[in-house]
């Protein structure tokens, strides 16, 4: 089992516990133990070691005996005569936004509503809302948690599914009978949403790279198994599609399975109009009748001698006959744009959102790589409600490379976030000045992560922002405002002399809460006038602001700055998930703020204040 399976574990244990209505104090053990091993600097081995486990602080002797079973075994029995007590889909419903363990306990025992269904089912009869503590509203948010959730059914957030897309390349990889793989489809093109995976392998041996793919660990269900195509699902509940092709056939197959419809449609296109056909394993002369091609049946040539009997007498002008070019000899996917005369289109943008006018200009921009990226923003310490403290997210930022780390914790209204008062924050930021005379050649920059207010005002008064290197402005409350009042609200935050980029902007958590109404254009014409950065928040719930915003945010001349959100350590990685979408929306390091040096961020911080 991974650390956060534990965790989750964990996790699980302290809902049940709440939903039995047990002791508060232990129900609290179990949570600060999930915490804790989320944490946990060492490795699963380490936790099969009763002592070193109940030395991790957060964890007691009992506890750690129960991490070492679950370390040593993957599974806990004291857990399992937990789930005995209750249904088996009552854990779902913790699933459904705004329903902790009282509601759903209340639910449970009041009208034995123990699954989704049957919850729905008590809404859409009007008894949730006669019990106390629900009403009305709480009802038809329930309600619409609940549809939403439907209409989600069997799509996946991109970073939900990444490490196990990630893990099965890897693996197929180091198969001695692979000589190329790669994972194709939606996850290829770094879809924020995606509905399944999609692998491709170049082999000699198909047999055997199926078997070991529907044997693999981490799959669940053989949907189907077939000598070139297989479909499973992973124990994550994802599907998986294996495509199995020979060398020759690999580049067609990786570009068709790549792009979507409208891309795949304008590359076949442009082989037509050369006189070639274009499918997933060749390129090849159109077939010609009498020619290598294959002749109408008896039956249709037939039906078109009937209709020729009884048309206009006069013969329809001939079409001019494209004389089909030689084929170049194509080796991988570069190649075969080269013969369609295009430069070779990245894999993020093959959306058919221009990518074909500007590759046959030779306009396609040389988008941002990970390795540009020199810094980041917007991350949270165990001073408000991250997971780490200022020394350990300051040595896991320089361990990936990067020159400087902005810490932005939750400003004082996120109270459930343990939001800082003005005290906290100004004695964070002493403790930072101190911490960079030890640093060489790093920097942390002091932030604040300030809620803009309903009225567009902030969640600290200038003096106190004037003292911080840079403001990150964000909305959490009144996500219901007009599109008018929301937009007018933000703007009035951006003005603020000391904001410096605007966070998360459309408010939006991926596959569980909308956008908030906003005229984004609107944003995007202030955040160039005032020179406000704008987030691109790398976190794969949100992925915020999404890609299909950045071409008009760039054409406006608006920065964006790729920034993690991250909560602890392991989180500062969400940055490749950022590359990802800024890719996606064009951009390259130019557009990126955070792409530049410690010498010159300091100076356009600087700079941003004085502005």
């Not at 419903?93 to 049957?118: D, N, T, W």
Request: glycine share 8%; charged share 30%.
């Amino acid at each position: 089992m991974t650390k956060s399976e534990i965790a989750g574990i964990l996790e699980q244990i302290a809902a049940l516990l709440e939903l039995k209505g047990e002791n508060p104090f232990k129900v609290r053990a179990y949570t600060n133990a999930a915490r804790a091993i989320e944490t946990f600097g060492g490795n699963i081995p380490d936790l099969q070691d009763e002592e070193a486990v109940a030395k991790i602080p957060g964890i007691g002797k009992s506890i750690a005996l129960k991490i070492k079973e679950l370390a040593a075994t993957g599974s806990l029995k004291y857990l399992e005569d937990l789930r005995a007590q209750f249904p088996e889909a009552i854990l779902e419903l913790f699933s459904i936004p705004g329903l902790g363990a009282k509601k759903i306990k209340a639910l449970y025992e009041r009208l034995r509503v123990s699954s989704i269904e049957q919850l729905h089912q008590a809404c859409e009869a009007g008894r949730v809302a006669e019990l106390p503590g629900f009403g009305e509203t709480t009802q038809a948010k329930i309600c619409k948690a609940i549809e939403e959730r439907t209409r989600h059914a069997g799509y996946f957030q991109f970073g939900e599914i990444a490490h196990e897309a990630e893990a099965l390349r890897n693996d197929l990889a180091g198969h001695p009978d692979t000589l190329q793989v790669d994972i194709a489809g939606s996850y290829r093109r770094r879809k924020e949403i995606v509905h399944d995976v999609d692998l491709l392998v170049a082999t000699k041996t198909p047999e055997t790279i199926t078997k070991f793919f529907v044997s693999h660990s981490l799959v669940g269900s053989i949907i189907a198994q077939g000598p070139t195509k297989s479909s499973v699902r992973l124990r994550s509940g994802v599907q998986c599609d294996l495509r199995v092709v020979s060398t020759a056939e690999y580049p067609f197959a990786l570009a068709y399975f790549t792009g979507n419809k409208e891309h795949n449609i304008g590359l076949r296109s442009r082989a037509l109009k050369r006189g070639w056909t274009l499918n997933e394993y060749r390129l090849a002369p159109i077939p010609v009748e009498g020619r290598g091609g294959s002749p109408e049946p008896p039956a249709v040539r037939r039906r078109a001698g009937r209709l020729r009997s009884i048309a206009p007498t006069t013969s329809p002008k001939p079409k001019k006959k494209i004389r089909p070019k030689k084929i170049p000899k194509v080796q991988d996917e570069a190649g075969l744009y080269r013969a369609v005369d295009l430069d070779f289109i990245p894999p993020e943008l093959r959306e058919n959102w221009g990518e074909f006018e500007a590759a046959e200009k030779h306009a396609l921009p040389k988008l941002i790589e990970k390795e540009n990226l020199r810094g980041t923003f917007h991350c949270h310490t165990l001073a408000s409600d991250g997971h780490n403290s200022l020394e350990e997210m300051a040595e896991a930022a320089q361990a990936l490379g990067l020159e400087y780390l902005g810490i932005a914790d939750h400003s004082h209204s996120q109270i459930q976030a343990h939001g800082l008062d003005e005290k906290k924050l100004l004695a964070q930021v002493a403790v930072i000045r101190k911490l960079n005379k030890k640093f060489d050649g790093f920097r942390l920059f002091a932030g604040v992560e300030c809620d803009i207010l309903r009225d567009g005002s902030l969640d600290f008064p200038d003096e106190v922002l004037s003292q911080l290197d840079f403001v990150v402005a964000s909305v959490h409350s009144a996500l219901g405002l007009s599109e008018a009042d929301m937009t007018r609200r933000m703007i009035r935050a951006m003005e603020n002399p000391f904001v410096t980029m605007l966070a998360h902007p459309t408010g939006r958590l991926l596959l569980k809460r909308e956008p908030y109404k906003i005229n984004f254009p609107k944003i995007l014409d202030a955040a160039a006038r005032i020179g406000t950065w704008i987030e691109l928040n790398a976190a794969p719930k949100r992925l915020d602001l999404d890609w299909r915003w950045w071409p008009m945010a760039k054409q406006k001349g608006v920065k964006c700055v790729i920034n993690p959100d991250a909560h602890r350590t392991e989180r500062l990685q969400d940055l490749w998930f950022g590359i990802g979408i800024a890719r996606k929306g064009w951009l390259t390091k130019d557009d990126v703020m955070n792409c530049f040096p410690l010498e010159k961020i300091e100076n356009a911080l600087a700079g941003k204040r004085r502005s």
